[in-house]
């Protein structure tokens, strides 16, 4: 059984920064994508950023030159946060699922992603 374990998660003022890393263990699969999402209560998830595992990334508009999705070769990704802005208050959470036709043509799509971990809170004041 796969796990996802995220950490990184804070308060800052707007125009800070925080880092999320989230470790993958247990799964099987070689070739994968990993994603960040955030939810608002209420709302769908939205994707933020997605890597494929030969590090093809990309990017929900709103974060574009802010944030940056990086992976390592022991499956844990690590979104960096720039120049947060209180919109960019939400629960962040990871994703993991195998790398099919659908998600690499859809990498932000929460409908995709077969495993998530528990989600961290972000919050940005202003």
């Known amino acids: 059984q796969g796990q996802l374990q995220e950490s990184g998660g804070g308060s800052v003022q707007a125009g800070g920064t925080l880092r999320l890393s989230c470790a993958a263990s247990g799964f099987p699969f070689h070739t994968y994508y990993m994603a960040w999402f955030r939810q608002d209560p209420g709302k769908d998830h939205q994707g933020v950023a997605s890597i494929s595992s030969d590090g093809s990334a990309t990017y929900e508009d709103s974060v574009k030159g802010r944030f940056s999705i990086s992976i390592d070769n022991a499956k844990k990704t690590y979104l960096q946060m720039n120049n947060l802005k209180p919109e960019d208050t939400a629960m962040y959470y990871c994703?993991?699922?195998?790398?099919?036709?659908?998600?690499?043509?859809?990498?932000?799509?929460?409908?995709?992603?077969?495993?998530w971990g528990q989600g961290t809170q972000v919050t940005v004041s202003s």
């Open positions: 994703a993991t699922t195998p790398a099919d036709a659908n998600v690499r043509r859809f990498p932000l799509d929460w409908y995709f992603y077969e495993n």
